[in-house]
């Protein structure tokens, strides 16, 4: 066959293939392949609220003491034994023991202020002073344990009432006061002034939706910052591979 440009062009081509199939494009260097991981992701969790968690009394709670254990002690070892140790018992006109509005003009026997401090008035029989200690007990465990309308809400519905009536309106028809006097009849304190208008269910189920709602925020909490940690763990590793191969040699390539 005559050789024509053609042919030398097409054999040429084919020369040239045959020499490169023996020698590939080098690889790129390790540091380059390895350099581009991604980082990890960031966590995408938006903070939780902190459930609002209320102040500790200013004395531990103790274990409320049956009527039958306090025959015989005085007003101030009673509401010690029933509020804790710094509940006290006062005279009448002290002023730690303001009056309020009390159905039928009776007068204020009991208070547990803002700072859950409790005042039991001295001059009462022992039986007297013991349901006085345990209803003001009740407004105790109430501030420990229904301080939110997580807790509220579920009494204002058992009751049919509203939020307005929780503190506020006549005195035995306040959501607070019909909930302490539940606490202290559950707890062997029978009141029947106060009535029977809440039952013990229904306060033990109100307070226990606290009690979950408060158990769900901490555990929201710490999925959150567990979430972060893993990250900042992960972010610290990534950063030290990093290092590592930016550091390294280029590998060696020949053909």
Do not use: K
Request: glycine share 8%; proline share 7%.
């Amino acid at each position: 066959m005559r050789a024509t440009p053609r042919t030398f062009a097409l054999a040429a081509t084919l020369l040239l293939a045959a020499l490169g199939a023996g020698c590939s494009a080098p690889p790129a260097p390790a540091a380059e392949g390895r350099g581009v991981l991604a980082a990890p992701a960031a966590p995408t969790l938006a903070r939780p609220a902190r459930m609002a968690l209320p102040s500790p009394p200013p004395a531990p709670l103790p274990t409320p003491p049956l009527r039958t254990a306090l025959e015989g002690r005085s007003c101030d070892e009673i509401v010690r034994a029933v509020n804790g140790s710094a509940a006290r018992c006062v005279d009448v006109g002290d002023p730690a023991l303001r009056a309020q509005t009390v159905a039928g003009g009776d007068v204020t026997v009991g208070l547990t202020d803002e700072d859950q401090h409790v005042v039991v008035l001295r001059e009462l029989s022992t039986e007297d002073t013991y349901l006085v200690a345990m209803h003001e007990r009740g407004h105790q465990e109430l501030r420990q344990r229904c301080d939110t309308w997580t807790c509220g809400d579920r009494l204002t519905a058992a009751l049919g009432t509203t939020r307005g009536a929780w503190a506020d309106g006549p005195y035995f028809d306040r959501v607070a006061e019909i909930a302490a006097s539940t606490w202290a009849r559950c707890h062997g304190a029978d009141n029947p002034r106060y009535g029977y208008r809440l039952s013990c269910t229904d306060l033990a189920r109100a307070l226990d939706t606290e009690a979950t709602a408060r158990e769900r925020s901490a555990e929201q909490l710490r999925e959150f910052d567990a979430a972060w940690a893993r990250y900042h763990q992960a972010y610290e590793r990534y950063r030290a591979t990093q290092a590592g191969v930016l550091g390294a040699p280029a590998a060696a390539t020949s053909h």
